[in-house]
T-cell receptor, first 113, second 114 residues
Framework: AQSVSQHNHHVILSEAASLELGCNYS??????LFWYVQYPGQHLQLLLK??????LVKGIKGFEAEFIKSKFSFNLRKPSVQWSDTAEYFCAVKNNAGNMLTFGGGTRLMVKP | DGGITQSPKYLFRKEGQNVTLSCEQNLNHDAMYWYRQDPGQGLRLIYYSQIVNDFQKGDIAEGYSVSREKKESFPLTVTSAQKNPTAFYLCASSSQRTGKNIQYFGAGTRLSVL
């Protein structure tokens, strides 16, 4: 069975700091990769996705993620965070065999103003 | 406007009681999903349905039941057999047509035990 690991459970940053959230998965075949964000009191929203092609994908609000197949990783990055980025971030993986998403445990990000 | 509607937003369950969480979507999506979210554990799949009148168990189906009588609706019943029901429950749906199956989520129902 595939699994997804997010090693940072809680991250605290000051505004303008750079962000990198780790995501590693275990599945040897073709995967689709996602980052979702859950702002306080809001729906889980899709931040960005990778299906194929350029392994560096751009999402909303200045976020990007890089798929490194050899490392089974899909880390999320943002060069300069804002207070409004305070949220919980979830990495998710779908293998090509089915429709199911496997989620990581989530990373709670707090950005201090 | 289109989307996924979950109700109620908050729900309380007494010991031994079954409760049903509603999920309705008007996105014309074929597939629907129920997840349970617990702190530090991410989202875990309870049940999913890829087509009307068909559904499959996810990773943590014990103590839950679902039905899919209409394309728009996928209610989840938390039965008395679920010994630890306190959690945040999320419903999602996706379209099979593009082959990409991006899942869109409702606002969730927070269930607590009295």
């Amino acid at each position: 069975a595939q699994s997804v690991s997010q090693h940072n459970h809680h991250v605290i940053l000051s505004e303008a700091a750079s962000l990198e959230l780790g995501c590693n998965y275990s599945y040897g075949g073709t995967v689709n990769l996602f980052w979702y964000v859950q702002y306080p009191g809001q729906h889980l929203q899709l931040l960005l996705k990778y299906f194929s092609g350029d392994p560096l994908v751009k999402g909303i609000k200045g976020f990007e993620a890089e798929f490194i197949k050899s490392k089974f990783s899909f880390n999320l990055r943002k060069p300069s965070v804002q207070w409004s980025d305070t949220a919980e971030y979830f990495c998710a993986v779908k293998n090509n065999a089915g429709n199911m998403l496997t989620f990581g445990g989530g990373t709670r990000l707090m950005v201090k103003p | 406007d289109g989307g996924i509607t979950q109700s109620p937003k908050y729900l309380f369950r007494k010991e031994g009681q079954n409760v049903t969480l509603s999920c309705e979507q008007n996105l014309n999506h074929d597939a629907m999903y129920w997840y349970r979210q617990d702190p530090g554990q991410g989202l875990r799949l309870i049940y999913y349905s890829q087509i009307v009148n068909d559904f499959q168990k996810g990773d943590i189906a014990e103590g839950y039941s679902v039905s899919r009588e209409k394309k728009e609706s996928f209610p989840l019943t938390v039965t008395s057999a679920q010994k630890n029901p306190t959690a945040f429950y999320l419903c999602a749906s996706s379209s099979q047509r593009t082959g990409k199956n991006i899942q869109y989520f409702g606002a969730g129902t927070r269930l607590s035990v009295l």
